[in-house]
């Protein structure tokens, strides 16, 4: 599999903030390494019947992921009441409406909602609290960086094996 989207190693020794950012900013580089290379048909080629899984959904539900938690819980934004692709009918919209969908326009997506993100928390100390809670509890910065790096991680492994079944490409 050749890559090119630049992945950096997330440094052995360093402060928190610098390290919370660098392993996020190295699991959204791998989901993107994990859809290098592949057509369309193939991001959105589901893993098994009946889930409704793709390497395009699992790209689409991270742009709602980024947006949810740094832009409307840390940064307080009113979103509205329906997301990005998912709708109150339709809350797996994000996977289940693939088939149709436009891959660079949803890349696209993702990689403004990152940047987005990233200026949301920019220069917030880890012990900043959202300005909008989740379920009745504050969220500290510190807290939704760990979220994402474990939501890209979970998420990063059903992408290693949707690709390797989709065309045997393995590794990192």
Known sequence: MTTTTQRVDPPLSADETTMLTSWLDF??????RKCEGLSDEQLRERSTPPSTLSLLGLV???????????????DGQDLGEDGIY???????GDFNNVDTADPAADFAVWRQQIELARAAAAGLPLDAVGKRERRGEKVSLRWILVHMIEEYARHNGHADLLRERIDGATGE
């Open 60 to 74: 689409r539900h991270m742009a709602e992921v980024e947006q949810f938690w740094f832009l409307a819980i840390l």
């Open 27 to 32: 699991h959204r580089a791998t989901l993107a």
């Open 86 to 92: 998912w709708t109150r009918e339709d809350e797996d």
